[in-house]
Structures are given as structure tokens and as C-alpha cells.
């Protein structure tokens, strides 16, 4: 529960911030063009923005001069969901407002790229540039036979070639799909044979933490179970030659052709995402060349308050949908930092090295690596020049407290510290950055425009201050226009609806504060639910992680068919610490005072190491079905999971506590 009185921010913007905020001049511009509130502030501007919905789209259109080859007959015809229908008539392209920045002579030769590897140079390249590649290879691939609705695949790093390849296929109005060559062969084709790719743009391996990983066997795998290709690009980034029967990336790039960018409808495809799939297949979901545009220029546009003059870089890879949310700046005119490498070589500091070297206006980073510096005791604001950085974004789990601290006093105090969450699902923030309001530590800042984001409780009823489902109540242009091989649209359905029929529920806990702030506590489906009282995973994550000697921890809450709840803690210590009496003791004692005395945990199991996700995310919910009995291979879908190796040993547990 919030106190009535609002609690002192952690940081607030100045008078000058919120006055230079992209988003103030667009509130009031709104207010004179459409009758938005010219004053309340944000709360005033969001409310607005949710209550007349299609004139708030309508403006954002208007405000970015989206260019409709073909005009838009209504901005939402239909508001039901799933299916709503946005900009209807309406043709245009992504790619064509992506390279937009190019068109102006000025800007031609400044930076659209810079690329960093492990060396921590960055290697610009210029929007002139990229806009000639995109123009010869939308071209090869036209030339291939490539044509609207096809998809086009890339087995990438996150490096400049990743970026042409998306934007000559949007320029083509194909579909563009993409994994990060870290995953296994099985991991690619479980989701690569889902949606049947006519091109494949791969390497011939990458590096990562100094060292070469060669992918070429893999490539081999993924062309030979892949038939649909007609056509496998390869990109020397180790320097071996391109194989038998492949096309040369230099060959397919060295024109100087104009682009020609096809006019596809609003609600036309432009890339799939994939669930994790730790459970199943993945699900292919299917974003819309319009949806994403319009989304993404509000969140990039407003709430990261990016143009022309700003460097954005995010940790990122191509398999994860903040990739996409990455190359997505380019629509601002923002310089676009691509880091190809491990998070932490050659040490713990090496992303605000790459943040000072690129001169980052907002860098954005995973938690988990915000609290590995915390406590690595990297001194970021002491040890590198980072006066260029207004904002550090985190997302991939909540911000601890501690987290918020930190960035605060060992970065600049300041700073802007944005946590965001939303989902691969939209490709967007449900909530997050605001540049005009304060930050409360471990808050997110507000919901952002346009989503109608409540906190409900099982019946449907809206909660403030306290813990509830995150649903969203209106459409947002960026959710999935269906799920590829899902015909009767059951599974997209199920994935989002079936708990509120025509309301889209997340599968997070969270809390909406009396301040209009946004708590997140985790999944909802891997909740801990004992004796009625419910919380999220993450909290426990939080006040665990404190000790100097877990460094990462897993929790369970199982059910059993007795009617009792066993609550396990699997702990994956420091190096040199020991899970003895006193850890175990220090361990509930800290989750009794700071949380709750009911989640204490039942017991605390030391593991080698813990188990996620390929973008890193904790695997819960196939730890709680391997412990719940079920056997390895339907509990879990092996192509999902980081190290597969550390799962058995849930399922050994899983078996002797069934016949214990």
C-alpha cells in the first residue's frame, strides 16, 4: 500500500528540462490543434490520451508528419480486442520513414550507425550510407523474387549489416525475423521453420568475451532444414570465404541505387518476434509496418525525448525485441549505437565504457547488469566521462531499490533513471519513462500514452495501491496483428483474453500508486501464494540479492496435492561464499522483516548456477512444472533454455519429493 502523502523523489526534473521535453511542446501543440489539456501536466495529457483515443493517434501522426502514400479513411474503426483496426486505407512504409534523416543534405555525412565491438572503438556509418546499402539490397532482393508478405530471416549479431538487412526487407514490404547467433541450432529453427523464410542473411560466427565463436556447422543446419530458402547471404565477420551456393554480402550491397520503398497497408506485416517458448514452441507474433511506426515514434519521439541531436545505445541482441525497439531511434533521426559483444568484457565497467566512448545520450541496460556493477563496486560517474548521458533506461526485470540508489549516487545525481516494462507482445513500454516527472525510487515514472493501463483484481474490479493483474483496457496500435500458424486466431486468444474477455492481460503483478507511479512485482503466473497473501517473485529477488554472498536466486511456490505449499529458494552463491547455518539464517530473516514472515522460504538449496531464458529472463514457470513431477522433455522446451544442462537436477528433485 502507498502512503497518502506522496513520498520525496528520488530525482525531478528542472524547470529547463521540462520546458526543452519534446513532450511539452507536443502537449501544447495537442492543446491548440486538438483540444488537449493545455495544463494538468502529464497525468492531464494521459488521461487525454486514453479517453479520446484515435484523436490522440491521429495527433501523433500529425505532430511526426507520417507520410500516407495512400491517406487514412478512420484512426480506428474498430476498437474491439484482439482486432482492432487502426488507420484503415492507410498505405505507407517503415523503412522509408527510418532513413528519413538521410534526406536532409546537412545530415547526410553525420553518423545513423556507430558500431562497437570488444575493442570498444566506434566505426560510424553515415545515413547517406545506409541509405545507399538499403537501396541496393531492397533492390537484389526484388531481384531475387522477393516480394511483399515473404519473410526474410537473419542468424546476426547485433551489428550494422543487421540493420540494412530489416530496413531493405521493410523497404520491400517483406517480413523481417531475426535470433542472435548465440542460439543453438534447434533454438533458430524452432522458430525459423514456424513462419518458412525465403532469404537467410547469417555470419560465420562472432566474438564474444574475447574470444571467436565460429557458427558455420550451425549455418549448415539451419540451410539444410530450412527448404523454403532461395537464397542464404553470407557476412564474413570472421573473414572465411562465403560457402558453396551462397551469395556474397559485398556483392549484394555495392550499388549506388535509390531506394524504391513499396506503400503496404497500415496493418501490413513487418517483423515477427517470438515468445520465449520456454513451455512450447514459441509463439511467432506479428507486428504491423504501421503499428510499430506510430508506436515507436511516441515512445522514442516523447517518452525518451530522442531527435537529432542524441546517441541512443541499449545492451542489446537481435533476438530480443529491444533490438527492434533500438533500430527504431533512426525514426527520430537518432544516432543509433550498436554493441556487438559481451555485456562485461574485458570487465565489469565495459558498457559505460562504450556509453562514454559514443558519447550516449540514453543508454539503456538490463537490471541484472545495473546490480552486477553494484556490486562488482564499479564507480561509473568517477571513473568515466559520462556528461553526455541524460538518461539510463533499465528493463528485463524491475529495478530494486538499491538499484535506483545506485545509478543515483555513483552515476549523477542528476540523472533521469528510467525503469521501463512492457513486453515483446507490443514491441513497446506499457509503462516507464516520462521526462517531465519526478522518479521514485523502485517506481516506474507513469503509463505511458495511449495505454489504458489498470491494475485489476480477479473480478475485474480497478485497484490503487495495491497489488493487481496489469491489463490494458483500449488497443494500442503495436499489438500483434495475429500469430503466425494460428488461423482461427485461438492461440492469440488464449495468450491475452481469456481471463477478461476483450481486455488484454499481461501475465505481470502490478501496483498502481496514488501518484500515478507503476510498481512491478513480477510474473503473475509463477506468483507466490501462500496462505492467501500473494506476492511477486521479483520482490523476494530484490531482498535476497542484497547479501553480499547470493548472487543470483531462484524461487518456487508449489501447491501440493495435499493441500500444503512448499516454497523452495535455489541459491547460486558468490565465489568464496558458503551456504552455511548463518547464510541460510541471514536469508530468512531478511525476507521476514523487509517482506513478509509467510514467505520465508521452506528451504534454501544451493545450485550451480540458475537457469534462464535465452534473453536472460529467470525460468520459473518449467522449474515449477520439473518440481511438480512432469518429466524434462514436456516441461520445458529445450531450444529456450541458456544451459539446458541445469535442469535435470530439478527434475531428479521433482521425482524423489513424488515419491517421498
Given amino acids: 500500500m502507498t502512503s497518502a502523502s506522496t513520498p520525496q523523489p528520488l530525482w525531478s526534473p528542472g524547470p529547463d528540462r521540462i520546458a526543452a521535453a519534446r513532450i511539452t511542446a507536443f502537449q501544447a501543440w495537442a492543446a491548440e490543434r486538438f483540444g488537449a489539456p493545455a495544463a494538468g501536466g502529464y497525468p492531464a495529457l494521459h488521461r487525454w490520451s486514453v479517453d479520446e483515443l484515435d484523436i490522440f493517434w491521429q495527433a501523433v501522426a500529425e505532430w511526426f508528419d507520417v ?18 483496426r487502426w488507420f484503415t486505407g492507410a498505405t505507407l512504409n517503415y523503412a522509408e520513414h527510418a532513413l528519413r534523416a538521410a534526406e536532409n543534405p546537412a545530415r547526410a555525412d553525420e553518423a545513423a550507425l556507430l558500431h562497437v565491438d570488444e575493442t570498444h572503438e566506434a566505426v560510424p556509418v553515415t545515413w547517406a550510407e545506409l541509405r545507399r546499402q538499403v537501396g541496393a539490397l531492397s533492390a537484389e532482393l526484388r531481384a531475387l523474387g522477393v516480394r511483399p508478405g515473404d519473410r526474410v530471416s537473419g542468424y546476426l549479431p547485433n551489428i550494422p549489416e543487421a540493420v540494412t538487412a530489416l530496413l531493405a526487407t521493410a523497404a520491400v514490404g517483406a517480413v523481417w525475423t531475426s535470433c542472435a547467433p548465440d542460439f543453438g541450432a534447434r533454438s533458430v529453427l524452432d522458430r525459423f521453420q514456424q513462419v518458412e523464410p525465403v532469404v537467410l542473411f547469417t555470419v560465420d560466427g562472432y566474438r564474444y568475451g574475447g574470444k571467436e565463436h565460429d557458427r558455420r556447422d550451425t549455418v549448415a543446419e539451419l540451410r539444410a532444414e530450412l527448404p523454403s530458402l532461395r537464397a542464404v547471404v553470407h557476412i564474413p565477420l570472421l573473414g572465411t570465404d562465403a560457402p558453396e551456393g551462397t551469395l556474397a554480402w559485398s556483392d549484394l550491397t555495392a550499388a549506388t541505387t535509390e531506394p524504391v520503398f513499396e506503400a503496404v497497408p ?4 513487418l517483423w515477427v518476434l517470438y515468445s ?18 506510430l508506436e515507436h515514434l511516441k515512445q522514442l519521439g516523447l517518452h525518451c525525448d530522442l531527435g537529432p541531436e ?9 533476438g530480443w525485441m529491444m533490438w527492434n525497439f533500438l533500430v527504431s531511434g533512426l525514426l527520430t533521426g537518432t544516432t543509433v549505437v550498436l ?24 543508454y539503456g541496460t538490463s537490471a541484472a547488469y545495473v546490480m552486477a556493477c553494484r556490486k562488482a563496486e564499479v564507480h561509473p560517474g568517477r571513473d568515466f566521462d559520462l556528461s553526455a548521458v541524460k538518461c539510463v533506461a533499465t528493463t528485463g526485470s524491475p529495478l530494486p531499490p538499491d538499484g535506483f540508489r545506485w545509478l543515483h549516487d555513483e552515476v549523477a545525481e542528476d540523472l533521469w533513471i528510467a525503469s521501463v516494462s512492457g513486453g515483446t507482445d507490443v514491441c513497446s513500454c506499457f509503462a516507464g519513462a516520462v521526462p517531465t516527472l519526478p522518479v521514485h525510487i523502485g517506481e516506474l515514472q507513469a503509463a505511458c500514452l495511449g495505454t489504458d493501463l489498470q491494475a485489476w483484481d480477479p473480478s475485474g474490479k480497478p485497484l ?60 503473475s503466473d509463477s506468483t507466490l501464494n501462500r496462505q492467501g497473501v500473494r506476492m511477486g517473485s521479483a520482490d523476494i529477488y530484490e531482498a535476497v540479492e542484497r547479501l553480499p554472498e547470493i548472487k543470483e536466486s531462484l524461487v518456487i511456490g508449489l501447491e501440493e496435492p495435499n493441500g500444503g505449499y512448499w516454497m523452495p529458494l535455489f541459491v547460486h552463491l558468490a565465489p568464496g561464499a558458503t551456504l552455511d547455518d548463518d547464510l541460510r539464517a541471514r536469508v530468512k530473516t531478511t525476507i521476514r522483516e523487509q517482506l513478509s514472515p509467510r514467505h520465508v522460504p521452506d528451504e534454501i538449496i544451493e545450485v550451480p548456477a540458475i537457469p534462464h531464458t535465452l534473453t536472460g529472463k529467470r525460468i520459473e514457470v518449467p522449474v515449477k512444472r520439473l518440481l511438480q513431477g512432469t518429466p524434462l522433455a514436456k516441461a520445458v522446451n529445450a531450444g529456450s533454455v541458456d544451459n539446458l544442462d541445469l535442469l535435470p537436477f530439478y527434475e531428479e528433485l521433482g521425482r524423489t519429493r513424488a515419491q517421498g
Fill in 67 to 84: 507520410r500516407f502514400t495512400t491517406p487514412y479513411e478512420s484512426v480506428l474503426a474498430d476498437r474491439a480486442m484482439p482486432g482492432a
Fill in 266 to 269: 497500415f496493418d501490413h506485416p
Fill in 276 to 293: 520465449s517458448g520456454t513451455t512450447g514452441l514459441p509463439k511467432a507474433i506479428v507486428q504491423s509496418q504501421g503499428g510499430i511506426l
Fill in 310 to 318: 542524441d546517441r541512443f545505445f541499449w545492451y542489446t541482441s537481435t
Fill in 339 to 362: 554493441y556487438d559483444g559481451s555485456p562485461g568484457y574485458p570487465d565489469t565497467g565495459a558498457q559505460w565504457r562504450i556509453a562514454e566512448r559514443t558519447k550516449a545520450t540514453l
Fill in 464 to 523: 490503487v495501491g495495491e497489488v493487481g493483474e496489469l491489463v490494458v483496457t483500449n488497443p494500442m496500435p503495436s499489438m500483434p496483428i495475429h500469430f503466425w500458424n494460428d488461423p482461427d486466431g485461438s492461440r492469440y486468444r488464449d495468450s491475452y483474453f481469456e481471463m477478461f474477455p476483450g481486455v488484454w492481460r499481461h501475465g505481470d503483478w502490478i501496483t498502481i500508486t496514488d501518484h500515478g507511479s507503476v510498481v512491478i512485482h513480477g510474473r
